[in-house]
């Protein structure tokens, strides 16, 4: 995508759903994109992205992998206190 500026973000540690949309939110808004500008590019509905942001907890995992894909974000896993 060719909006989002690739600069430095830091990493952050991930405990539950509402810290992941709040992460997707900061993003997003960091990058001024408003929810509608990843809607088609993600392949997915505004509701989606509202319930994303709002931490739903039981929001479809290959959706948020393609929301975060589309922010130039990912998701590393690794042992806890590794970094």
Do not use: C, W
């Not at 990493?11 to 539950?16: L, P």
């Not at 993600?42 to 290959?62: D, H, M, S």
């Amino acid at each position: 995508m060719n909006s989002v500026q690739h600069t430095p973000y830091p990493a952050v540690t991930i405990k539950s759903t509402k810290d992941l949309g709040d992460v997707v939110r900061a993003f997003r808004t960091s990058q001024s994109l408003t929810q509608a500008d990843i809607l088609g590019l993600a392949n997915t509905g505004n509701r989606f992205i509202v319930e994303l942001e709002n931490g739903k907890p039981t929001v479809q995992l290959q959706k948020v992998l393609d929301v975060l894909d589309v922010l130039g974000l990912e998701i590393v896993v690794q042992k806890k206190g590794s970094f």
